[in-house]
C-alpha cells in the first residue's frame, strides 16, 4: 500500500509539472481519483516543497523550487547546463533550426533538459523533460556510439519498439548504423520516431569519452536537406566540442 501510495504521488508530481498550473478538479479528470484524494496528495508534496499553490490563482498548483534539487549532478551550478547554453544559442544562430540538449536516462531513454527554439513559424517541438527512446533518435544513437558493447547489447537483449517504417528495429542493423555515427561524429534521425521530423545529433563526452550528453539540431521533414548533412554535422559536432571544452575547463 506504501508503494502503491508514493507512486501515486510521483504521478501527480509529474502530471502537475506537465499540465501546470492546474485544478485539482483537472488533475481528478485525469487519473480517475477521488478528489479527496488528489487533494491529500497535493497538499503532502506542497508540504514537502515539491508543489506549491500558483501565486496568482490558488486553486492552481505548479511545481515548486526543490524539484531543481534532483536534477542530475552534471546539470547542477555552472557546470554541462550552464557550458552549453551559449554553443547552443550560437548553432541555432547559425541554422535557425531548433537546437536540444539531451542527457541519457541509463538506458531507459533520452531526456530534453534544455532548448533554443528557431523563429520559423513551423518548427519542431519537445518540451523539457520529454523522454525519447535510445535506439530511435539521432540524440540517442549519439550516445549509444560512445556507450561499452556491453550497454548496447544489454539494450539490443530485448525488443526494439518500430516506431514508424524508418525506425531500426534489427540489432544488428543499429550496431551498423552506431558504427557508422562513430566514424563521421554525428547521428541522424530522419523521421525514425515522430513521423515528419529529422535531427542531427552529436555527443557530448566527458574527458575519458564517456557520454554526458548529446546536442541536436531539429527540424520538420519539409527543411531537412541531404545535401547539407555534412555542413549540420560539422556545425554539431563542433558545438558538442565546444560544450565539452567548456565544461571540462
Partial sequence: MELKSLTRSLRILEAVAQHQPVTVGELTKIFGLPKSTVQRTLVTLDEAGWLRANRRDTTRWEVGARVLAVRPAALQGSSLFAAA???????????????????????????????????HAV?????IGDISPLHATATGHAVLAHLPKSEVDELTAGALEGYGQETITDPAELRAELRRVRDRGYAVNHNQYRPGVC????????????????????????RFDPGRLAELGRL????????????LG
Avoid at 541554422?95 to 534544455?114: C, F, K, Q, R, S
Avoid at 518548427?123 to 518540451?127: E, I, L, S
Fill in 199 to 222: 535531427a542531427i545529433a552529436a555527443a557530448v563526452l566527458d574527458e575519458d569519452g564517456t557520454p554526458l550528453a548529446s546536442v541536436a539540431v531539429s527540424m520538420p521533414d519539409s
Fill in 85 to 119: 547554453r551559449e554553443p547552443m544559442v550560437q548553432l541555432r544562430d547559425k541554422v535557425n533550426e531548433t537546437i536540444h540538449l539531451t542527457v541519457p536516462d541509463a538506458l531507459h531513454g533520452i531526456v530534453v533538459v534544455d532548448r533554443v527554439d528557431c523563429d
Fill in 236 to 247: 554539431v559536432t563542433d558545438t558538442a566540442a565546444e560544450i565539452t571544452s567548456r565544461h
Fill in 123 to 127: 518548427r519542431t517541438f519537445h518540451a
